[in-house]
């Protein structure tokens, strides 16, 4: 196994995350819904001002649970990008949808909205989208069309915490948003996520389904005297001791934007040259998009080019990865028909995206090796 000397994730805590912890022993509630998790769930409403905020096991757990609030259902087809991970799919899947595939806009690599259209159908259910490395997707034509055809639209906003389209939050444009806390994104709890609800009428389900199918949240709140089975649901409420760690992690929110962006830009500015040179490209970022600085990716020339780079950053001890596999030729995606050429654009960018180092605690020093160790290449 190679072992690296400057990794290409680490998971880091900023400030309060352990007095935080020892806080949540101390009040002798570990389970879910307790005091950090309300905080967190207050901080989402206020700041980003989506109707309810409600804490998951993960943004995998979130999307399950969209999937089951559209009430999606065998014979049903949801529109997702094919450049995603698997969770973005399978969250539908598992409730008996086609996924029909979308490819994605070569510039920021996101839904390729203009075909959005000729995919609808009759049995089109939802259409779901990535806002990609934290940069929004084209929402107006998205939601134009959405509008016009009666589907809703669930944003993955896994990326994109705090990064805004047109001024506006991302996670606050579908009817639901699902946000992700693993320890690769800006902000983490280790595994973790969250469901934000932009249309209140899902709000009452959502409950009772993250409360295993039971009424607890209005036991809890007074509004029934006792508590039962009403609806399907499952657990997906993280335990008090991850939402301690997110509330630290959310109250250092300018701390560790303000770093990433200082990451992102010192990356952007010292590979210009050495991308123009070598035929690669850097991250394209809309006018309309305020990003999140959640990843710095290059798109090579090749394969071959790739692979040369990801070997002269290993042989330097400096761990630099590819991302998604286009889904529809997985072997899942194959079962539902799709073949090579389908998602021309998701096919060509998966092979030669390379993700960079990117992390909270990445040094100026380790992020300047990372950058001469890049320009000695030539591709
Ligand atoms: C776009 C996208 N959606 C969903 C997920 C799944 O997130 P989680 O690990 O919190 O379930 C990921 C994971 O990185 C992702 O990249």
Aim: proline share 4%; hydrophobic share 40%; net charge negative.
């Amino acid at each position: 196994m190679t072992s690296y000397r400057i990794p290409f994730n680490r998971a880091s805590f900023v400030g309060n995350e352990h007095a935080y912890i020892a806080q949540a022993i101390a009040n002798g509630h570990l389970s879910g819904d307790g005091a950090f998790t309300k905080q967190c769930h207050a901080y989402f409403e206020a700041e980003l001002g989506v109707a309810k905020a409600l804490l998951t096991t993960s943004c995998t757990h979130a999307l399950e649970m969209a999937a089951l609030l559209l009430g999606i259902e065998p014979g049903d087809e949801v529109i997702v990008p094919s450049f995603t991970f698997v969770s973005t799919v399978n969250a539908f899947v598992l409730r008996g949808a086609k996924p029909v595939f979308i490819d994605i806009r070569s510039d920021t690599l996101n839904v390729d909205e203009r075909q959005i259209e000729r995919l609808i159908t009759p049995r089109t259910k939802a259409i779901t989208v990535v806002h990609y490395a934290g940069v929004g997707c084209a929402m107006d034509a998205v939601l134009e069309t959405a509008r016009r055809h009666h589907v809703p639209v669930v944003e993955d906003n896994a990326h994109g915490l705090f990064g805004k389209y047109r001024g506006q939050y991302l996670g606050t444009f579908g009817c639901l948003a699902t946000q992700s806390f693993h320890e690769t994104k800006n902000f983490t709890c280790g595994e973790g996520g969250a469901l934000f609800i932009n249309d209140p009428q899902y709000v009452e389900r959502a409950e009772i389904i993250r409360e295993k199918g039971t009424n607890r949240s209005r036991f809890f709140r007074g509004q029934v005297d006792k508590y039962t089975w009403v609806d399907v649901g499952s657990s997906y409420l993280p335990s008090e001791i991850l939402a301690a760690i997110l509330c630290a992690q959310l109250e250092a929110r300018q701390q560790i934007q303000a770093k990433r962006q200082h990451i992102w830009e010192t990356y952007a500015v010292a590979l210009r040259a050495w991308a123009a040179a070598n035929d690669a490209r850097l991250p394209l970022i809309p006018a309309d998009c305020d990003q999140a600085y959640h990843m710095f990716y290059l798109i090579l020339p090749s394969l071959e080019a790739r692979t040369r780079l990801i070997e002269h950053l290993k042989c330097k001890g400096i761990l630099s990865v590819f991302h998604y596999l286009p889904l529809h030729l997985s072997p899942v995606g194959q079962q539902y028909g799709y073949r090579p050429g389908d998602c021309p654009v998701t096919e060509s960018v998966s092979d030669r995206l390379l993700r960079l180092p990117f992390y909270n605690e990445l040094t100026s020093e380790q992020q300047a090796d990372i950058i001469s160790s890049i320009c000695e290449l030539s591709l």
